[in-house]
């Protein structure tokens, strides 16, 4: 957990105090931490196991949750949790049996206004995950558009 | 002469079941998933509005079971994804179009 992306660069004594505020969550198998639409309070860390990010997408006639991404060991999810509108924009399940760290938003801002260069480094780690994402999802997107133009071309 | 016409009879029901294996094995495909792959491979549309069949033809293929199809599509995520993070290591247009071994789009 000390090495969690979103806590990078923190010193070891702030790392602490903001795993201080998490509350640990054991999840099961297929077992649902969010669901796509749900209020985001929390931001979640992953302590270990995996956590398969999925959206709902017809498949002959039937919806069908498919994977769109995990997140393992150090990674963050939930990150909707400390962006406006605040709303889980993803169903996040359980690959296996995974621990969890919720961080609620809520406890991170008060600490954060109390400790500003923390919330500063805090925040710029939450803008490389998120922009992270961006860049990945640009990428796959193009790929499929070139697919989608050979196809029309073909 | 029992014995004779008994095994002639569980003959032609033993016959009959195979017939009926073997038609249903290689009945014709029901006409709409016919009609959704008839379109798929000729009317797909950039951007267009259209049936998610038309961009989708293995989605449209009637006899792959849909948990071999949810795989396919959760393989081609992730070697998209793969491809997708070798391409922001090193951001150059032949990453970028790396062709994929994903038998969803193959």
């Keep these: 957990m000390k090495n969690a992306d979103l806590l990078q660069g923190l010193a070891p004594g702030e790392i602490e105090r903001v795993l201080a505020l998490g509350q640990r969550t054991l999840l099961t198998t297929g077992a649902e931490l969010f669901h796509l639409g749900d209020d985001a309070s929390c931001i979640y860390l992953v302590a270990r196991g995996r956590i398969r990010l999925t959206l709902p997408m017809q498949v002959r006639g039937k919806q069908e949750n498919v994977l769109v991404e995990e997140r393992s060991s150090g990674q963050t999810v939930g990150w909707s949790a400390l962006i406006a509108p605040y709303q889980f924009t993803l169903t996040a399940t359980a690959a296996l049996e995974t621990e969890v760290l919720a961080l609620d938003r809520e406890a991170l801002h008060a600490y954060f206004a109390a400790h500003p260069a923390s919330g500063y480094t805090v925040s710029m780690n939450l803008a490389c995950v998120i922009g992270q994402r961006l860049q990945v999802f640009q990428a796959m997107w193009l790929r499929e558009i070139q697919r989608m133009v050979e196809l029309r071309c073909a | ?106």
Excluded at chain 2, 74 to 82: F, G, I, K, P, Y
Aim: with cysteine; proline share 7%; hydrophobic share 50%.
């Design chain 2, 1 to 106: 002469m029992e014995m004779l016409l008994m095994g002639a009879v569980l003959s032609i029901f033993g016959l009959a079941v195979t017939c009926l294996a073997f038609g249903a094995a290689t009945r014709q495909e029901p006409s709409e998933e016919k009609e959704a792959l008839r379109v798929a491979a000729s009317n797909a549309h950039f951007f267009s509005d259209a049936p998610a069949a038309r961009i989708l033809p293995l989605a449209a293929r009637p006899r792959v079971p849909i948990e071999a199809l949810l795989l396919q599509i959760e393989n081609h995520v992730r070697l998209e994804q793969a491809a997708a993070e070798c391409f922001m290591e090193s951001p150059n247009p032949a990453l970028l179009h790396s062709r994929t071994i994903s038998t969803l789009v193959n």
